[in-house]
């Protein structure tokens, strides 16, 4: 039988053959509340990862379908423990904030394919409109309490290859969560014992806020500065300040960041890059460049390295504009007592440090680094209590692209690369484009232990100066 030609058109769709709800296998017996904290409620969206998967070795003879079902059972055991994440958020009237309410509501499975193979994606570490296809996007006009917080698409390839596209709304998991969300996930694939002995780093989930909810903060506690907004304060006052002075309104300012070309690239350092920036680091401090141990982390120092990178190729370091550096520190261990391993809200909140374009450009890393240090020893119990309270004010809709601020998330202790569903480890694990385009995702590398992969939005014109400044080590 002649086989029916493709069309060139319909080659790249990517079909959805098959979409279910997902429930737990064992849900609560009644519809709990779960109370967010503020943490949860600043940013209600899905945020994506699309996984790429080897075509199965023939021996495995892994057909789509059983992929699928295997996925689905899975997915129904581990909802029993991550419950949540069957559940829909709801605005509650008493407080006229957005809550969870676990209502064993359940989570979207697809089933999808298309005749595109891995190989014409190129180099997957690179982002592609394409991707997108890969992902479950449900409809913009999808009431907030009826939007899925759990959605996961599998892809089926045309050179037998997978994708599959996993959504989790924000207001329900960090990074970290996520992370052991889905761990937990491919364990129960595989058929191991999430509480046995072959990972003892999978526990239970705990999902209650508790210490993380408002009106927690004992009377002796002193309100401390929080200088994550009161940089970007400063970055907003600038802003305004510099529109005045060019007679622009507001208004034309916010159209034309918008309008500013963004593409998202990632940048990657190997190991003895990364080892090179280190060295320099203790160079510095042995001349005196630093006061305190020349000794630093990757994070540390990849993030002292971009900051330079990126102000330089941004024109900054001429100028006396006020510049800033903001990264995600992990406060489940800057509690007292430390908030459970397996806490599964939102526990990440901004440092910050600042500067000025001129005073950057003759900086070290050394210095850049102790700053950055003493900016994470201030992340006590108090400051992370007063960020929560700061959260209670309105929040803006929406912020322009300001070029002088660097925000950096560190996805280093979290390889998502390592999440198996039977095919092994994942080629690459893509996040799909961020809420918000200009932040930095520093990623482990998937093919060298040590290396470094950035992800980073930038204005189209700034790539190739940013890919020179940060490259050459």
Avoid at 301 to 328: E, M, P, S, Y
């Amino acid at each position: 039988m002649a086989t029916m030609a493709v069309k060139p058109e319909d080659y790249h769709k990517v079909y959805i053959t098959k979409t279910i709800t997902v429930y737990p296998k064992s849900p609560p017996k009644h519809a709990k509340l779960l109370h967010l904290s503020n943490l949860d409620r600043k940013c209600p969206i899905l945020m994506y990862l699309v996984f790429f998967y080897r075509s199965p070795s023939p021996h495995k003879e892994l057909s789509q379908s059983s992929l699928f079902s295997s996925l689905k059972l899975a997915l129904e055991e581990v909802l029993s423990s991550w419950y949540p994440a069957a559940g829909r958020l709801f605005l509650n009237p008493s407080t006229q904030k957005l809550d969870l309410l676990c209502c064993d509501s359940g989570a979207l499975l697809l089933e999808a394919s298309t005749r595109v193979k891995i190989s014409e994606l190129g180099d997957l570490s690179q982002y592609n409109t394409f991707m997108e296809n890969l992902v479950y996007k449900p409809p913009l006009s999808t009431n907030i309490s009826e939007m899925p917080l759990l959605v996961s698409q599998v892809t089926r390839f045309g050179c037998g290859g997978y994708a599959v596209g996993v959504g989790t709304s924000h207001s329900l998991f960090d990074g970290q969560a996520s992370y052991n969300f889905l761990r937990a996930w491919a364990c129960k694939v595989n058929g191991i014992r999430v509480d046995g002995d072959h990972d003892e780093e999978i526990v239970e989930p705990v999902h209650e806020r508790g210490r993380l909810l408002v009106g927690k903060r004992g009377d002796h506690q002193k309100v401390m500065r929080i200088m994550a907004f009161e940089h970007l304060h400063e970055l907003i006052m600038q802003s305004g300040s510099s529109m005045k002075c060019l007679g622009i309104s507001e208004g034309i300012m916010g159209r034309n960041t918008r309008e500013e070309k963004f593409v998202f690239r990632t940048f990657c350092l190997s190991y003895s890059m990364v080892e090179r920036l280190k060295s320099n680091v203790t160079r510095c401090a042995s001349t005196g460049g630093a006061n305190s141990s020349c000794s630093c982390s990757s994070f540390e120092v990849v993030a002292a390295h971009l900051w330079k990178a990126k102000t330089k190729a941004l024109g900054l370091t001429t100028t006396d504009r006020r510049i800033c550096l903001q990264f995600t520190v992990d406060a489940r261990t800057r509690m007292t007592p430390p908030l459970p391993k397996a806490f599964t809200g939102n526990a990440y909140v901004l440092s910050s440090i600042a500067s000025t374009g001129a005073k950057l450009e003759g900086e070290n890393l050394a210095s850049i680094i102790e700053k950055i240090k003493e900016a994470k020893q201030a992340m006590t119990e108090n400051y992370v209590r007063t960020y929560l309270e700061a959260l209670e004010a309105p929040q803006e809709s929406a912020l322009p692209p300001f070029p002088e601020l660097t925000i950096v998330s560190d996805w280093t202790r979290t390889p998502y690369h390592c999440f198996d569903i039977g095919l092994g480890n994942a080629m690459y694990a893509s996040p799909m484009l961020p809420p918000v385009m200009q932040v930095a995702y520093f990623m482990q590398s998937p093919e060298e232990e040590g290396g470094v992969h950035v992800r980073i939005g930038l204005p189209h014109k700034y790539v190739q100066p940013f890919s020179h400044y940060f490259l050459t080590v």
